[in-house]
Structures are given as C-alpha cells and as structure tokens.
C-alpha cells in the first residue's frame, strides 16, 4: 500500500493549490480517503473524507466553501483543490485510508509522506 501526495508549494494569501494523492497496492475504489494535516507545533487535523465512489464528501467547518475533494478511481487518484488560501491554512498534507468496510470516522491505517502547504504573503 502506497500513497503519495504532490501539489504543496507556497501561494500568497487568497491563493489557490490543487494537491493530488496517487495511490498504488491496493483498489482505491473500495476505500473512503481522507486529507488530515498538520500544522507546525500542532496536532493532526481532520480535513475533508470523501466515500468510495466520491458521491459523499465532507469537509471541516474552517474549509467548507473553499476547499473541494475529488477523486478518479480510474486512476487511483485523490485531489484536493483548495482556494482561498489563508495563512491558518498553512501545514503538512497528509492523504490517508480509512479501514477497509468504515467510513467517515473509521480507523485511518495507511498515509502517505505528506506535502507542504505554506500561505503567506
């Protein structure tokens, strides 16, 4: 199992990134994927869950409005696109598996190494 993220960088506030998550090892379509991130001297933060089929998605409150999950199973492919940046937006972007038969909330048992976001101006 296999999950790597691209797409960080830093982007002025008001900014927009696309970060993408490419999954190997495993059949994504029958997994929910999640984004969590990290920022610096902070504890992990729940993004946004998307279900296997990308028919359900949820976001945390602070990202609602300005960020968008998506995925393509086809290619095994988790994307986040985020607009508005802002500089609390700022940190490490995990994508990362829910246990196989969960969903939102289940246990997350694969991440991928990360990828870094840095609003500022």
């Known amino acids: 199992v296999q999950l790597v993220e691209s797409g960080g960088g830093l982007v002025q506030p008001g900014g927009s990134l696309r970060l993408s998550c490419a999954a190997s090892g495993f059949t994504s379509s029958s997994y929910y994927l999640s984004w969590v991130r990290q920022a610096p001297g902070e504890g992990l933060e729940w993004v946004s869950d998307?279900?296997?089929?990308?028919?359900?998605?949820y976001y945390q409150d602070s990202v609602q409005g300005r960020f968008t999950s998506s995925r393509d199973n086809a290619k095994n492919m988790l994307f986040l696109q985020m607009n508005n940046l802002k500089p609390e937006d700022t940190a490490l972007y995990y994508c990362a598996r829910r246990m196989e038969t969960t969903g939102l909330g289940g246990p997350l048992d694969s991440w991928g190494q990360g990828t870094q976001v840095t609003v500022s101006s």
């Open positions: 998307i279900n296997n089929g990308g028919t359900l998605i």
